[in-house]
């Protein structure tokens, strides 16, 4: 005979004290410890990736909550956290708004090869599993993607009736933090400015500039675009003299920084 660790309405008292504790939280170390709580019993996760705004604009703000060193919202590496969560997002509608667990291969390909700078990026790279799930806000039109990462694998049981009873109230309890300094810039009212617009850059050199943001290979953007990785060099030496840099690191940090605060 098996064995259950807890009886049915004693994990279903242990639910409703998490969803009534998520109502009270309001700073984002609270947050963090409710997260890093009994949630761990029915999410497992290191980091929590936490995306809001319009995706297809690429206007996304975001935030990270985990314990690991170098996970922070706004650390170094952290700029390409939206484009991360834009493929998240892709993945996500592609499987129909339902949650979903990200094979190992196609989180470490998005990744890419190259990390940028600090130690953000590089604890990416030890995670094993990530399940995304999302919530479509209609009166705001917008999407709201999570994405729990895990140093091991999340069991497959993650994506059913627990994730469906809890994220409402990870989603409420986001709403209720208050915003980071950075995101309170963000969120004033201008109009964004757009890459090419800012720098002269062109159409291809935009889109090759948003694969480097991931820390791809000349010879991996060439193959996702169907060039050469001789190509994509020469676009990297017109942006590099349209941006006035000299490195992909300095080349992300200012077109992130532009097209983030307009």
């Known amino acids: 005979m098996e064995f259950q660790s807890t009886r049915p309405d004693e994990d279903s008292a242990r639910l409703l004290k998490l969803i009534c504790e998520s109502v009270s939280i309001e700073r984002h170390i609270d947050l963090l410890r409710w997260l890093q709580g009994e949630v761990q019993r029915y999410l497992p996760h290191d980091v929590l990736l936490a995306g809001w705004g319009d995706f297809e604009q690429g206007s996304v703000q975001h935030d990270i909550l985990s314990e690991l060193p170098g996970m922070r919202s706004y650390g170094i590496g952290a700029e390409s956290m939206p484009f991360l969560l834009g493929k998240f997002h892709d993945r996500w509608t592609a499987a129909e708004r339902r949650p979903l667990l990200l094979p190992f291969r196609e989180f470490e390909y998005l990744l890419g090869s190259n990390s940028l700078p600090g130690s953000l990026c590089g604890t990416l790279r030890t995670m094993r599993s990530v399940l995304i799930c999302g919530l479509g806000d209609e009166r705001g039109g917008f999407d709201c993607v999570y994405a729990l990462m895990h140093r091991e694998e999340i069991p497959g049981a993650c994506t059913g009736n627990t994730l469906n009873v809890l994220l409402p109230h990870i989603d409420t309890a986001l709403r209720q933090v208050k915003h980071l300094p950075q995101q309170s810039r963000r969120l004033a009212p201008t109009q964004p400015v757009a890459p090419e617009d800012a720098f002269g850059l062109s159409e291809r ?58």
């Open 205 to 262: 050199e935009a889109e090759i500039m948003a694969w480097v943001a991931m820390g791809k290979t000349n010879s991996e953007i060439g193959t996702i675009l169907n060039i050469s990785g001789f190509t994509v060099k020469n676009h990297m030496q017109r942006i590099f003299r349209k941006l006035n840099v000299y490195s992909r690191a300095q080349a992300v940090s200012k077109v992130v920084s532009v097209a983030a605060d307009g």
